[in-house]
């Protein structure tokens, strides 16, 4: 079984290259996104506990592979000096169930969060949109960017944090692209005038971040921070105004944005799933006067396809270590003469 680390990933990832890999990464998601119905699929359960929420995201095609990964989401945990969300996966072979890599996947979340979000802009921001708008410089806004810029040029991006420290590592780490940095004092100076909106908050309650009079027509908004049960970063009011795109209906409405509506309301309201984006049985937007919503969860179908394109890599690359995590038998009946050939049983 192959195990890759935080440093094999980093090696990989520069070997690569950055921006080639996110590029990877969207053809990967198109890829599986277009075989939605070759899944096996449910919504993620969750266990809500004190200061957080710890998830599992199981997912399986119909003839290579099981993946699923471990992910939480404890808001306080910058105050001790801890992430907010970290994440390890698993890609296993459906033919035999037998793991072939262990992995990270707290910086593989933050990379397919950037590459979703960046095919759903494709697919619904005006073509002429260049200025993004960014609420939220934690762990995955440089990501956001990042992925953005492989979809539209932009040309500036203004950005706001309750977190001064936060802004002040965001800025630092953008410092010397061709676009405009502009630091706001409020969310709502970020998003007054932009193309792209992007939210990405840690809160976990019904906030408005973004409030209903700021969105002017012909917006593009990626909301990413809504992703568990009662954690909402949209003014209510905003979303009868909007054509919105999910993920995945069924979880959406238990995660996302659309949560705090009925399911009879989100049905009316949702436009559509991303796979029928993507495969073409509905367009992303009409015209320029439309204002768009991506409420992006994020799903398991966007972790196995992080997941098989990195091993696939690893393997081209061969970076990764190699560990006996399941037991290697000549007869595969025979589990306990791996304890025996190691003296388990040998009394002292």
């Known amino acids: 079984m192959k195990i890759l680390s935080v440093e094999s990933l980093t090696k990989l990832i520069n070997r690569r290259g950055f921006n080639n890999y996110l590029r990877d990464l969207m053809q990967a998601l198109k890829r599986d996104f277009s075989c939605w119905q070759a899944f096996t699929k449910m919504p993620r359960p969750a266990m809500h506990v004190p200061g957080g929420v710890l998830e599992l995201m199981p997912i399986c095609d119909n003839e290579l592979y099981y993946t699923f990964k471990y992910v939480n989401c404890h808001p306080k945990n910058p105050f001790i000096g801890k992430q907010t969300v970290i994440a390890t996966g698993q890609l296993s072979q459906i033919d035999t169930g037998y793991p072939l890599m262990f992995s990270e996947m707290t910086m593989l979340t933050a990379l397919r969060t950037a590459a979703t979000s960046a095919l759903a802009t494709d697919l619904m921001a005006r073509n002429n949109a260049n ?58 100076q970020a998003v007054i005038g932009a193309d792209i909106i992007i939210t990405c908050t840690a809160c976990k309650a019904h906030v408005d971040v973004i409030k209903n009079n700021w969105i002017a027509a012909g917006v593009h908004i990626n909301a990413l921070g809504g992703d568990t049960v009662g954690k909402t970063e949209l003014e209510l009011s905003i979303l009868e105004r909007c054509r919105i795109v999910v993920e ?5 409405l238990v995660e996302g944005e659309i949560q705090r509506l009925s399911k009879t309301e989100a049905k009316k309201l949702v436009y559509a799933e991303m796979h029928e984006l993507i495969t073409g049985v509905k367009k992303g937007r009409e015209n320029d006067s439309e204002i768009t919503l991506f409420d992006s969860v994020g799903i398991a179908l966007e972790d196995y396809s992080v997941l098989r394109l990195t091993y696939e890599l690893s393997e081209k690359y061969n970076i990764g270590a190699k560990l006996n995590i399941t037991p290697d038998l000549k007869d595969p009946k025979d589990l306990i003469s791996t304890l025996i050939k190691q003296n388990t049983f040998q009394e002292k």
């Open 131 to 188: 200025k993004v708008a960014l609420i939220g410089a934690g762990a995955q806004s440089e990501f956001q960017v990042r992925g953005l810029q492989l979809v539209r040029d932009i040309k500036e991006v203004r950005y706001f944090d309750v977190d001064s420290k936060a802004m002040d590592k965001f800025e630092n780490n953008m410092f010397g692209n061709s676009f405009k940095l502009v630091r706001c004092k409020s969310a709502q």
């Open 248 to 252: 995945y209906f069924d979880q959406s």
